[in-house]
């Protein structure tokens, strides 16, 4: 599968809204980059859009703009924990821009799918919850026990000095990793993936 | 405004376009590359005197060769390189055509009639409000100034500034074009434009302990140099439409907000081609009245579709944190 910014075919699968930004784009990318197909997810997003609200809205705009038959079009918001709250205020959230209703909670893996309206467009939204407390940080630090046996602390700055230690980047890291880490440390992403790519 | 309406087949590029678009005040094209932006400008780059015989203002080819140049030759201009081109503009409720054919050779038509050049020069003086009287033509000619993205143009250009060096003084673009555009993008305290010698252009550069330099505009980087060489070009014919592709080429944000509002505040029609956000993002911040963005795409026939936008609706997705640019085929 393909993560970018623009669109190289006519045909688009999913459209991508990180709650955050660059790091968060660059780690689904890696991991599409573990599925094969060609299938396409854009992230059309000028910077993260900080927040859920932000994050809804550019999809409701998009919603808006889009003259693709958007029904077969699935968008995602990818977004840390620590932007969401409860599961209660993520849904009441939703509502302020379209009527929606609830296909698939998972709490446990943070995947929620979603049937939403906006006008006389209708499509699927998927909700994809970062970190087990706060960050996407949790998951990475997660995968790096996984696949090196070392606990490094959740932080930007200890990730990076990690990874400058070992001479590898994001991108290697799971490259490097296993299905079965990366099952453990991005349930929540693989199970999106697996979704988009039927 | 001098152009209307405008329709283009068969040219260049674009195999034809779904239907013809009325231009406003300010026009912004945007689309991915090969879209048909360039191909949409030098068809309008042609009015309005589009024949061989007759170099563009300020250069030593013809507005027809210009384009040719800018390309793979005269035959280049006719979409499959066969065939023959066609566009019409609508001007002041008279419709203007113009046939090329693939070996550049071009009719004109007002409102229909096929008239031979002599004949459509002075029609087209009339529906432009030109008295033939001395200069009537370079009148005419001067009336629509096209900037494309080419270092070969500018060099062009250079030349002729440097050619019409005394008139440029006199009218005082020299000293105009470096106090509201160059000193505004630049640190550095320049104050006019020179012709020095060996007839090198030089800005002249005052330092805080009155000391003064002449620094080459050649030396002075691309951006600001395009800018000054264009703008001088602008300021020497003070055209009706100005045409200028690719807008931001060069440039850093702060020397396209200085150019824009230059624009702007002039009274000419403008179209611009752009990929630039900044661009955008300052377009809809000044807001500027009568400006129209125009999404333009070409499908897999080769068939322009054009989209228009309100500045408005560029500012609400840009706000939404949508990159515009991004999703330009999905509009």
Redesign the interface.
């Given at each position: 599968m393909i993560l970018s910014h623009t669109p190289t075919k006519r045909e688009i699968v999913s459209f991508v809204v990180f709650g955050d930004g660059r790091y968060d784009f660059r780690v689904l990318k890696a991991i599409c980059e573990k599925f094969n197909g060609a299938k396409e997810l854009v992230s059309p997003q000028l910077q993260g859009a900080k927040g859920l609200t932000n994050s809804l809205r550019s999809v409701a705009k998009l919603l808006d703009i889009l003259r693709i038959n958007v029904e077969k079009t699935k968008f995602v918001i990818l977004i840390d924990k620590e932007h969401i709250g409860d599961i209660k205020q993520m849904k009441k959230k939703i509502t302020e821009f379209f009527i929606s209703e609830s296909i698939k909670e998972d709490v446990q893996k943070q995947f929620f799918k979603f049937k939403i309206l906006r006008g006389s467009k209708k499509t699927t939204l998927y909700i994809i919850v970062m970190g087990y407390n706060k960050c996407i940080e949790e998951n990475i630090s997660h995968l790096i026990e996984k696949i090196y046996g070392e606990r490094v602390a959740p932080t930007r700055q200890s990730i990076r000095e990690f990874l400058r230690r070992k001479g590898i980047n994001f991108e290697d890291l799971i490259r490097r990793a296993s299905q079965k880490a990366l099952n453990e440390a991005f349930g929540n992403v693989v199970e999106l993936l697996k979704e988009i790519d039927r | 405004m001098l152009i209307n309406s405008v329709y283009i087949k068969e040219f260049r590029g674009i195999r034809e376009m779904r239907e013809s678009i009325t231009l406003g005040r300010l026009n912004v094209l945007i689309g991915r590359n090969n879209s048909g932006k360039s191909a949409f400008l030098e068809a309008l780059s042609l009015f309005p005197i589009p024949f061989n015989a007759y170099n563009a203002p300020f250069l030593d080819s013809s507005r027809i060769q210009l384009i040719a140049q800018l390309h793979s030759g005269l035959e280049s201009l006719v979409y499959g390189y066969s065939g023959i081109a066609e566009i019409k503009f609508s001007i002041n409720h008279n419709e203007i055509m113009y046939r090329i054919t693939d070996h550049g050779n071009i009719f004109a038509f007002i409102d229909g009639k096929r008239l031979d050049s002599q004949t459509y020069l002075k029609e087209i003086a009339k529906i432009l409000g030109v008295k033939e009287e001395e200069g009537w033509l370079m009148k005419i000619n001067s009336m629509v100034a096209f900037i494309p993205n080419d270092s070969n143009f500018l060099k062009s250009v250079r030349e002729k500034i440097v050619s019409a060096w005394s008139t440029i003084m006199k009218s005082g673009a020299n000293v105009r074009v470096v106090r509201d555009l160059i000193s505004r993008v630049v640190h550095d305290e320049f104050t006019e434009v020179y012709l020095g010698a060996n007839n090198v252009l030089e800005l002249r550069k005052e330092l805080p302990d009155d000391k003064v330099f002449w620094i080459r505009v050649t030396d002075i980087g691309d951006g600001v140099e395009r800018l000054l060489i264009s703008a001088l070009y602008l300021e020497v014919l003070r055209p009706k439409l100005v045409l200028w592709d690719d807008i931001e080429a060069s440039a850093h944000p702060g020397l396209i907000e200085v150019l824009i509002k230059w624009l702007i505040n002039k009274n000419w029609q403008i179209v611009i081609s752009t990929h630039s956000?900044d661009v955008l993002n300052l377009l809809t911040k000044i807001a500027p009245a009568d400006t129209l963005i125009w999404v333009l795409r070409c499908d897999e026939y080769d068939r322009l579709n054009i989209k228009q936008l309100t500045i408005d609706d560029v500012a609400?997705?840009?706000e939404?944190?949508?990159?515009i640019?991004?999703?330009l085929?999905?509009?």
């Open positions: - | 956000i609400d997705i840009l939404s944190n949508i990159d640019r991004r999703i085929d999905q509009l």
